[in-house]
């Protein structure tokens, strides 16, 4: 059963610490990507990755860190230096990065500072 | 600067009518165009998508039209049922890059 799993649906953290959020996708995708959806705004990119061990920013990858070691897994951090990082974070992948193929999304995870 | 508008933030449609949701682009290098459909506390879901060279595509209930000299593309879905009711989000790409550009989403709602 193919797809992209996220976890945990809910997390919670203080103000000032550091959380990871995880991405896995068995779907054999090359290219992976994270964003972030506010109330009543669109999806806006925060990292993307097109292979293995590179990734690129996008629109908002300040106070945010990524790592592509493994195919199959994205993990987004959120550091104590992003200024609002109450949000809902989606991830998502491509078979290949460009070209004509849609994303397919997980779940998303609901990050809440406290 | 958003490249990606969707000027209605909701739509109320009664059952069984014709749902339009609009989207306009303002980068003529966008070539390939999406649209995703996403309920509260879910990611979204891939509905429909509309290469440049074409100006229409359908499946099923759901129709996108492409007007590349006006940067408008619409979403029509016909006949609209009460499960059709969801967020939907347009996006954009260019072929090169292959990132997405999403339009803020339209709430519709479609009453029995």
């Known amino acids: 059963d193919g797809g992209i799993t996220q976890s945990p649906k809910y997390l919670f953290r203080k103000e000032g610490q550091n959380v990871t959020l995880s991405c896995e996708q068995n779907l054999n995708h090359d290219a992976m990507y994270w964003y972030r959806q506010d109330p009543g705004q669109g999806l806006r990119l925060i990292y993307y990755s097109q292979i293995v061990n590179d990734f690129q920013k996008g629109d908002i990858a300040e106070g945010y860190s990524v790592s592509r070691e493994k195919k199959e897994s994205f993990p987004l951090t959120v550091t104590s230096a992003q200024k609002n990082p109450t949000a809902f974070y989606l991830c998502?992948?491509?078979?290949?990065?460009?070209?004509?193929?849609?994303?397919?999304f997980g779940p998303g995870t609901r990050l809440t500072v406290l | 600067d958003q490249q990606v508008k969707q000027n209605s933030p909701s739509l109320s449609v009664q059952e069984g009518r014709i749902s339009i949701l609009n989207c306009d682009y303002t980068n003529s290098m966008f070539d390939y165009f999406l649209w995703y459909k996403k309920y509260p506390a879910e990611g979204p879901t891939f509905l429909i998508s509309i290469s440049s060279i074409k100006d229409k595509n359908e499946d099923g209930r759901f129709t996108v039209f492409l007007n590349k000299s006006a940067k408008h593309l619409s979403l029509h879905i016909v006949p609209s049922q009460p499960g059709d009711s969801a967020v939907y989000f347009c996006a954009a790409s260019d072929r090169q890059g292959g990132k997405l550009i999403f339009g803020q989403g339209t709430e519709l709602s479609v009453k029995p």
């Open positions: 998502a992948s491509s078979m290949v990065a460009g070209g004509y193929n849609e994303q397919f």
